[in-house]
């Protein structure tokens, strides 16, 4: 067997019960060409067997808390291996990416078996419902595709779509880790599954009845509050903004100086906030327009456009500046500065326009589309 070819199983241990110390882990191995060893790694530890006749086994002698994810991998190769060090050394000098042998198994027994496909890449795990779970999740989660974008109809279709599947997931299975770590990854990161990650908000209602229902089950290994806290915090960001008073929050031009955001109320009525970073594709890509409607309502006493990039760095952002001739304020925001900005004013992707009244210091339209910019200043 070529001694570049690897495959890694990201492995969660989830103990639900008391196993004591030993846990077998069996395995046969599919391949053209069988290697010779197979490494499990875990937490600082490396453990090694051989390989022999497709075959391989691991008889882990170690104390699993219960209840606690463990994390391991799995690999297969010819080479020899002491240590996590030798891996990564291994993988720096062949240039290699471990990522393109990824299998993902969650040991819920002290007696489990797999079966490893290196040519398809494919690890089945049996007698195991945890593993059925976290197939049927990751099945649906895979049909998010951001290398096509479909229209908008399409993607609130397919949004709506995934998130019913999940919860009919989740609501499937009793209340065990699994679930409080996939719901806690849904609730604080849904890019990783939605077009528009205001679903979660769209669905709240099912959403927090799924957290009851799981929370009856008085399960020790789902934790219902830090779940329930998921779910306020998601609540808190994505809720409409309208009315709801400006933070005072510090602001720093291209020269270094700060000064509070409200200083900039005095000149005009309404504020047009742009949130925004030189990271942010789609923040670029409107740039465009977003300096037309501006040069457009520039004798409009009115209004004042302001650029806020957010999560950026200084020296990156200034150079993105110099490059190109805003007539419009720009200004960049430390997170460390007010870390509860983005949650007050429901920023949650970029870009994000905010329009502020300045006379109450008050969101008056949060949560548009620049082509929508147009219409919304006309009413104002």
């Known amino acids: 067997m070529n001694k570049l070819l690897f495959v890694f199983t990201l492995t969660f241990l989830a103990i639900s019960n008391n196993y004591g110390q030993n846990i077998r882990l069996k395995f046969r191995v599919y391949a053209d060409t069988l290697p010779i060893y197979s490494y499990l790694l875990m937490d600082e530890d490396v453990f090694k067997t051989e390989i022999k006749n497709g075959t391989g086994e691991f008889v882990i002698n170690k104390i699993l808390d219960k209840g606690h994810f463990n994390f391991a991998q799995l690999a297969l190769s010819d080479s020899t291996f002491t ?70 109809e399409e993607q609130v279709e397919g949004d709506n779509n995934r998130m019913s599947r999940f919860l009919k997931i989740l609501a499937k299975y009793s209340a065990n880790k699994l679930s409080e770590e996939y719901l806690a990854h849904l609730l604080g990161n849904p890019s990783f599954y939605f077009y528009n990650s205001s679903t979660v908000f769209q669905h709240k209602d099912s959403i927090y009845q799924l957290i009851q229902q799981l929370k009856k089950e008085n399960s020790p290994y789902f934790g219902s509050g830090r779940i329930l806290k998921k779910y306020q915090d998601m609540v808190a960001l994505y809720e409409p903004k309208e009315n709801v008073p400006v933070p005072s929050f510090l602001i720093t031009n291209a020269s270094g100086q700060s000064k509070y955001m409200k200083e900039l109320y005095s000149s005009t009525d309404y504020l ?68 509860n900005l983005r949650k007050e004013l429901g920023i949650y992707s970029f870009p994000r326009y905010v329009i502020v009244n300045t006379k109450e210091n008050k969101v008056v339209r949060s949560n548009f589309q620049i082509d929508q910019l147009r219409a919304i200043l006309n009413t104002l």
């Not at 789609?282 to 957010?310: M, S, T, W």
Request: charged share 25%.
């Open 83 to 152: 240590n996590r060090e030798d891996f990564f050394s291994f993988f720096r000098r062949h240039q290699i990416s471990p990522t393109n042998f990824f299998y993902s198994l969650i040991i819920d027994s002290s007696d489990l078996t797999m079966d490893i496909n290196v040519k398809t890449h494919q690890l089945d795990v049996y007698g195991s419902d945890l593993n059925k779970q976290r197939i049927e999740f990751e099945t649906i989660a895979k049909s998010f595709d951001l290398s096509h974008i479909p229209t908008m």
């Open 272 to 339: 047009i906030i742009d949130f925004w970073g030189t990271w942010c594709g789609p923040c670029i890509a409107q740039h465009p327009e977003l300096q037309r409607i501006a040069n457009e309502y520039k004798d409009n006493g009115k209004f004042k456009f302001v650029g806020i990039a957010v999560n950026d760095k200084f020296a990156t952002w200034k150079q993105y500046l110099e490059k190109h001739a805003f007539t419009y304020e720009n200004y960049i925001f430390e997170n460390k500065d007010y870390p």
